[in-house]
């Protein structure tokens, strides 16, 4: 894509000259051969996959290859069996895996038209109303307050033009725009005030301009075309699994290939040396695992939907809980994009928050009617255009400038009725605001004559009032500024007339500061997030001291230092160490661009981070989809926003993303357990393997044993495993190292001490059978039993890898207890079918050789109940 010309630094002559257009419009002629050209003013949507794509998906991942590499040899060797049962296994998994993210992209399908609007535009002369879709560069557009702009276009005339731009931008107080300015070239999107944005709202005043660019060259259409060609980032799960399996697969590669060599050296039939390498290989591969990993994501999906929070992508979130640095962005993820009176100061230099000066006025001993402070609430309605209508659900919506809303809200808390007001106060007159005036004006008659209430800018305003009522006044700006407040004065007293030239000796009412209030759960989730080793970022296009100010709130940030603006990153982009270097220490990142929120979440990820994204704006969208995780608002979120995310909070309440951390480590450490119970049984049966192999003995068992074992009824408990509640302590936990594997040292000490052990043990007893005068078949039978009974017992160990498996309530888990009855019913049941006993070479065995069976298994708890201790100590 060639790079946009910088129309906010050309001239309305220059402009139109650029695009071959004119004040009067395009004629239609050419309108339509440039539609043909460019084509429609829409953003293409991505087609949603479909459940087949979505099916085919689940096999894409190494492990699945593994097992059906394994599936296709048995098919080779006539071992039917073998291969149905590792058919059944993959099939069982994917149908998991596609109704969950089927159901997660039903919900939360991607990128929408965001330009659908009817447009006023200029045409042969004449003006008409067409679809927004059929727009192109040269169009000349009128906008007015309550309409979406429809595509790029710089402004050639305006009426009090005021603009919200957030979801954009992310500054959050509305834009004054100004179709006279020439800007500067490198002038940041924030600032360029001469231009209007496609998908910005228009929330006062009117204006005519003349379309720059429609589409994907619009700068809504340079984000979704961004996420076209992202590098797709792997959920850290996945990483970790296929680091995993690599080993997995080499290791068990590395056995078979010497056992086979060992055995073709001593003369073994090579048909032999194929079953022994079947076996071995079934023995080794942990063929339960994908099943009880979607299993236990699919868990924790339904949790986290519990929770108010969709899932997209399964993986996504066991991401979240990995996740060292959360850079979120300010406005309408930490604050709630609303702007609201926070502090009020009177002209007797009260200074005080603004729930504090209501309260006073209520526990007044009397009802003051013309308090300093009312008159000041009065003001603020007086002169106001905003409205708040009430929505079928209940809800309010604003209709107007967010200050108007905001002086609207402050007048409900303080108990004034809109309607009454207007009505006592009939208005005669007004001056609307305008960027070169800095100020409104209201007139009313009232009982001595014309009154003028007036609000706008402090330095304007001071100037219309008295000296002896502004005295000191300055000094409370500037310190309302420091603190990162939008300042407004408001003044009110008797006129001659309703012009500019008669407001004069007017009465200071006092100062409001205002600010984007923070949203109630933001800091106590930041917190909590502070409190799991997670650190909190914030990426916001607003001013550097509001997000300072916004920042201590949160405490997130304290110093000057800790945060860096869009300008400064701006001058290192060509220095990647000196840029990574400044990421890394910033707290607070003010004034950022869209393209450098994605730079920023860049430059983490190569600081060794796990780095999830919060946003719901459109500038939100490169940095969501660079992310590890990214997590977007579902309620206040563009679709862009949404389609470019892993995780959608849907009531846009940032508790949930704490909430999803802690859901993420759960889902980790029961894939731990049930990875941990898988290979250490399948550990047990390569060492019983090896040792027979040794020893000159028979196989132990036949692949299908193998597999009856393993997918089964190891299957049934590894699912059931997979329904741990969490274990206390989850979010006091530092975050594991994003370059740790699967395995750390406890978990493959666990895993070595128990597969020898109840390796050693099969193998002695195994070998105790047929020294007894067993056939091979009898001796398989009960070891088979065996094997089972000690499965039974270790996953009990399984349930923590910390703590006593008698610390942990069985109430947290019945399913387990489910588990293990299942199992034992099922391989008592295979042992008395006809036809299953046959494909299993398995017969009945009694009640007293059951018993004798379980006493072995029993003492795997023994063991590792001696290992914890010895840890713990």
């Known amino acids: 894509m060639t790079e946009p010309t910088p129309w906010h630094s050309l001239n309305f002559d220059q402009t139109l000259l650029a695009l071959k257009s004119s004040a009067e419009g395009l004629p239609s002629s050419e309108a339509a051969l440039r539609l043909r050209q460019i084509g429609p003013n829409v953003i293409p949507e991505p087609p949603p996959k479909t459940m087949a794509a979505v099916y085919l998906d689940q096999f894409k991942n190494a492990f699945i290859y593994l097992l059906l590499i394994a599936a296709v040899v048995s098919i080779f060797l006539g071992e039917i069996g073998d291969a149905l049962f590792i058919a059944v296994a993959l099939q069982l998994n994917a149908i998991i895996g596609t109704v969950q993210e089927w159901q997660a992209q039903e ?41 979406t702009v ?94 995993f399996t690599r080993i997995v697969a080499s290791l068990m590669g590395g056995v078979i290939a010497l056992i086979a060599f060992s055995e073709f050296l001593r003369g073994t039939e090579p048909t032999v040396i194929l079953m022994t390498s079947v076996a071995l290989a079934v023995a080794a591969i942990p063929e339960g695992l994908p099943v ?67 309260q006073q006025e209520n526990d007044s001993p009397q009802s003051v009617i013309n308090s300093p402070f009312r008159r000041l609430v009065l003001a603020g309605l007086l002169c106001n255009e905003a409205r708040l209508e009430e929505q079928p659900d209940g809800s309010s919506r604003l209709f107007g400038d967010t200050v108007d809303g905001a002086f609207l809200k402050l007048g409900e808390s303080a108990g004034f009725d809109r309607t009454d007001t207007d009505e006592k106060n009939p208005r005669v007159g007004r001056i609307p605001y305008e960027p070169s005036l800095s100020f409104a004006v209201s007139f009313h008659e009232g009982d001595d004559g014309l009154h003028g209430w007036v609000k706008g800018a402090a330095e304007t305003i001071l100037s219309f009032c008295s000296g002896e009522s502004t005295r000191g006044v300055t000094d409370q700006v500037n310190l309302f500024a420091r603190q990162g407040y939008r300042v407004i004065a408001l003044a009110e007293g008797s006129v001659e007339g309703m012009e500019h030239k008669d407001l004069h000796d007017l009465d200071f009412l006092g100062l409001v500061a205002l600010i984007d209030p923070l949203r109630p759960s933001a800091k106590e989730t930041i917190r909590r997030c502070r409190e799991a080793g997670v650190a909190v970022r914030m990426i916001t296009g607003d001013h550097p001291l509001t997000a300072l100010e916004i920042g201590r709130q949160l405490d997130i940030a304290e110093h000057d230092d800790d945060v860096v603006t869009g300008s400064r990153l701006a001058t290192l982009e060509h220095d990647q160490t000196a840029f990574d270097a400044v990421v890394a220490r910033t707290r607070i990142f003010a004034r950022i661009a869209p393209l450098q929120k994605l730079a920023i979440v860049q430059s983490m990820r190569r600081g060794g981070n796990t780095v999830a994204v919060t946003g719901d704006g459109i500038n939100d969208a490169p940095a969501l989809a660079a992310a590890d995780i990214g997590a977007a608002m579902g309620r206040s979120g563009t679709d862009i926003a949404r389609s470019a995310a892993d995780l959608i909070l849907v009531d846009d309440e940032l508790s949930s993303l704490a909430d999803g951390i802690e859901e993420g480590r759960i889902a980790y450490d029961n894939i731990r357990k049930v990875i941990y119970l898988l290979i250490s049984t399948g550990a047990a049966e390569l060492v019983l393997f090896l040792a027979s192999i040794a020893a000159g003995l028979p196989l132990p068992l036949t692949p299908v044993q193998l597999l009856w074992l393993n997918l089964v009824t190891q299957g049934i408990q590894d699912v059931a495993l997979a329904f741990e509640k969490g274990e206390p302590g989850v979010l006091n936990r530092r975050p594991r190292p994003p370059k740790e594997g699967i395995f750390n040292r406890q978990m493959i000490e666990q895993t070595v001490l128990s597969g020898l052990f109840v390796g050693g043990v099969a193998f002695l007893l195994f070998q105790s059978f047929l020294g007894a005068g067993m056939t091979a078949i009898a001796a398989s039978n009960q070891l088979l039993l065996v094997l089972i009974l000690f499965e039974n017992a270790h996953v009990f160990n399984c349930r923590s890898e910390r703590h006593s498996a008698f610390a942990v309530p069985i109430r947290n888990n019945p399913f387990l207890v489910g588990g293990v009855l299942a199992v034992q019913l099922i391989h008592l049941a295979a042992m008395n079918i006809p036809g299953i006993n046959t494909v299993l070479d398995i017969q009945p065995l009694n009640f007293e050789t059951w018993l004798w069976s379980a006493l072995p298994a029993l003492s795997i708890i023994l063991v590792m109940e001696t290992y914890k201790f010895v840890k713990r100590s």
């Open 107 to 147: 919900k939360a399908l991607g990128l929408r038209n965001l330009v659908k609007s009817m447009v006023a535009v200029r045409r042969d002369q004449n003006w008409e109303m067409i679809d927004g879709r059929e727009l192109v560069p040269g169009d000349i557009v009128e906008v007015e307050a309550g309409t």
């Open 292 to 358: 009880a990993m979607t299993v236990a994501l699919a868990i924790s999906v339904s949790r986290m939907a519990n929770r108010g929070v969709v899932v997209r992508k399964m993986a996504a979130v066991e991401g979240l809980g990995a996740c060292t640095v959360i850079a979120a962005d300010k406005t309408g993820t930490l604050t709630i994009n609303e702007l609201s009176v926070q502090r009020v100061c009177l002209p007797d230099d009260t200074d005080l928050p603004v729930s504090t000066m209501i």
């Open 150 to 243: 429809p595509a790029a276009m710089r402004l050639l005339k305006d009426e009090a033009l005021e603009v919200d731009e957030s979801l954009l931008t992310g500054e959050s107080v509305p834009v004054v725009k100004n179709a006279d300015a020439t800007l500067e070239e490198h002038v940041s999107l924030a600032d360029r005030e001469n231009m209007l944005h496609a998908g910005a709202t228009i929330l006062r005043g009117r204006g005519t301009a003349v379309v720059t660019a429609t589409g994907l060259r619009t700068e809504v259409g340079r984000v979704a075309e961004s996420l076209k060609y992202r590098e797709e980032i792997k959920p850290p799960l996945i990483g970790r699994m296929e680091k």
